[in-house]
């Protein structure tokens, strides 16, 4: 099963993170077919910069990349906010477009979800 969470608004990171949570415990006891990627775009691109205030939101981030999720952000939510991609999460794939990644993702069959 394939699942595309896109965020795109700062105030919708808890709910993201609870997701990642629950798909997390999912694929280790229940679905271990799980393929998620998280696309972030807009605002909510801000919160990936690695800075004490973001700590708490790192360590959900990292435990859904130990689990094989990807997180992607959108090189253009970067420009906009002025945003070095060095500056990010060590682990957050940078991708040029974050709607085109959400449609490619969509014709590749990943089901789409905005908490």
Known sequence: MKILLHIDQTERWSAVQGNLTNLANAKQNL???L???VVVTGEAIQQLVDNDDNHALKETLKMATDAGFVIAGCNNSLNRFKIA??????FVRVVPAGLIEVAEKENEGFA???P
Do not use: A, H, N, Q
Request: aromatic residues 14%.
């Open 85 to 90: 991609p060095e500056d990010l999460f060590s």
């Open 35 to 37: 393929d998620i990627e």
């Open 31 to 33: 679905r271990p077919d």
């Open 112 to 114: 789409y979800v905005k």
